[in-house]
């Protein structure tokens, strides 16, 4: 569907929400660090995990695990490029 129907047929209250959360990102963007927002789906056969799973998104330990991870991942690449 292209942009502007979904504009059209999407209610406005969600429109105006989505609008925010835009306007509300490139505003802390453009103040603070840079940060990424990424969609993490429950892994396959863990299904039964699902309570544990959604408490991770509040767990500190595990963001600063995914922070560890993305450092290794940038330190990785940037000597790719070096390469």
Do not use: C, V
């Amino acid at each position: 569907m292209n942009i502007l129907a979904k504009k059209w047929i999407e209610p406005k209250d969600i429109k105006r929400e989505s609008d925010y959360e835009e306007e509300k990102r490139k505003f802390e963007m453009a103040l603070g660090k840079p940060f990424i927002t990424i969609r993490l789906d429950i892994p396959s056969g863990f299904e039964e995990f699902g309570k544990e799973f959604r408490k991770l998104e509040a767990d500190q330990q595990f963001h600063e695990e995914i922070s560890d991870l993305a450092k290794k991942r940038l330190l990785i690449d940037s000597q790719h490029k070096k390469s």
